[in-house]
């Protein structure tokens, strides 16, 4: 597989032409939006001024407003930015993989996991699909949310995983359920605290204390067969998914089910979305781009999921 | 109520709690050796397998395939102890490596299909073996604190509960194999 730096040249030599060209539409739209959203706001003003009340009525329709028009302005430039750069960079990776823009890992996928709770509403886009040394593997950014009621009846939206949903096929059998969740209790109460409160989550299966200190330190693991939680998470998985939670640098939820690995990294935004208001040509914002589809595709090849045991071949 | 029922209410309460506790991972030591037990018994089971498909060709190693066929029929003999079967099992794993190791000086067995699957078979039995250990060295350090520590200290000696011993694990084993040196 390419690596990241080489990803990075892709991105600048190959896609230089695409990107200045895109670079222009952005300069043009990121002018087209700041004029649109001056004209909005001197209407709400002027409304406001006018009304002499209703300011939250014109409030909510300056923001309701305000967003429908940003969706539409910057919806061709996003088209054009995902089929001209997002896809051309995970086909540099591997010719093979399918990607859709507009859908996302299904919820089926996403509830089987076990990882967090059922959501009320599930959205995402950026689709990639297909096989990497023979080993099924799909991702999509994710966005759960649950709703609320809160006193007054109204219904609010609280977020439960927004990221990057990755599902691939495990090289082990086993017929339990293994869950392996960042570790907040140990950090925030303590070791003695955190593990009793842990011991004690009703949610989940038993608790399962790893033997490796620094993966315990990091991470919480549940699972419904102490042994088997342990026969999955051998010593040198535990130590590669702790050097892949340094690498993805956001918090890490994995879990193992039925004959797959599911992996949610939690980065709390909208994943391979253009940027609109800084260059695409900035260092930073390809290294973005880059190190995500990288971090995404190289689970396989990282987590070494095609060693498959005798068994499974 | 007078205040000295509710204290002794209280205590009770938490003398109960304390014994199940401590009846609980005692029983969860047992639990897990009984899955360690029939892991090893895999193992056990390829054992005649193995020494039938190699020794053929291994002229040099045949005390090593005794040794093991030795080790095996001691292992599978009824009414041994825990404390005996944790102590033979290291045995067998590192004369198993010794075979393996060995396997590796004749091409014509690393090429039979025989023992190539054998190879593969005894290598996940391995892995098994291994998680089937740590989850019994985790049970035991939680039971071994437990009537270590205070309070439930003084409940398990009034138990008579002993210590437990763990499987110890090789550190070799534990390590990667580090090519470098393997070269050097």
């Known amino acids: 597989m390419k690596s990241v730096s080489e990803l990075t040249d892709f991105y600048y030599k190959n896609l230089y032409p695409t990107l200045e060209k895109l670079e222009k539409d952005r300069k043009n739209l990121s002018h087209r939006i700041v004029m649109v959203g001056i004209f909005l706001t001197l209407i709400a003003g002027v409304a406001a001024y006018s009304l002499k009340g209703f300011y939250e009525f014109v409030l909510f329709a300056y923001i309701a407003l305000g967003g429908i028009a940003y969706k539409f302005l910057v919806h061709d430039y996003t088209h054009e930015f995902k089929m001209s750069v997002i896809k051309p960079l995970i086909h540099s990776i591997d010719s093979s993989l399918l990607y859709s823009s507009t859908t996302h890992v299904s919820e089926y996928l996403f509830e089987y996991s076990h990882l967090f709770s059922s959501p009320d509403k599930l959205s995402g886009n950026d689709y990639v699909k297909g096989q990497i040394d023979g080993i099924n593997i799909q991702f999509s950014d994710l966005h759960a949310q649950k709703k609320h009621q809160n006193s007054k009846g109204k219904d609010t939206w609280t977020t439960i995983f927004q990221g990057l949903f990755i599902v691939a096929d495990f090289n082990k059998h086993f017929n339990g359920e293994t869950i392996v969740l960042p570790d907040t209790a140990q950090s925030t109460f303590g070791e003695l605290i955190g593990q009793w409160l842990q011991s004690n989550n009703a949610a989940r299966d038993e608790l399962v204390k790893m033997d490796d200190p620094s993966f315990e330190k990091e991470f919480v693991v549940y699972s419904d067969n102490q042994i088997e939680a342990r026969y999955i998470l051998s010593h040198a998985l535990m130590k590669k998914l702790l050097d892949f939670k340094h690498k993805s640098a956001h918090p890490v939820y994995i879990s193992f089910i039925g004959t797959h690995i599911y992996m949610a990294i939690s980065y709390d935004k909208d994943l391979f979305e253009p940027s609109v208001f800084r260059s695409l040509l900035e260092y930073k914002v390809a290294m973005e781009y880059v190190k995500t589809l990288h971090l995404a595709i190289g689970v396989v090849e990282e987590l070494k999921l095609n060693q498959k045991l005798w068994s499974k071949r | ?184």
């Open chain 2, 1 to 184: 109520m007078s205040t000295s029922l509710i204290i002794l209410v209280v205590l009770a309460l938490i003398l109960v709690l304390m014994y199940n506790s401590l009846v609980s991972k005692k029983n969860q030591v047992e639990n897990i050796f009984a899955s360690v037990d029939t892991v090893l018994k895999k193992r056990y089971d390829l054992i005649p397998n193995l020494v039938a498909s190699v020794s053929k060709y291994m002229e040099h190693e045949k005390s090593l395939l005794q040794e093991v066929t030795k080790l095996r029929s001691e292992a599978t003999k009824p009414n041994i102890s825990d404390g005996e079967k944790i102590a033979l099992d290291a045995k067998i794993s590192s004369a198993l490596g010794s075979i393996m190791v060995a396997v590796e000086a004749y091409p014509e067995l690393k090429a039979n299909e025989n023992v190539m699957h054998l190879q593969h078979t005894l290598h996940e039995v391995e892995e098994q073996i291994s998680a089937a250990r740590r989850a019994y060295n985790q049970s035991v350090t939680d039971y071994n604190n437990a009537i270590e520590m205070i309070p439930t200290s003084f409940m398990a000696s009034l138990m008579r509960y002993g210590r437990k011993q763990v499987f110890e694990i090789d550190v070799s084993e534990r390590q990667n194999v580090n090519v470098k040196e393997l070269f050097s």
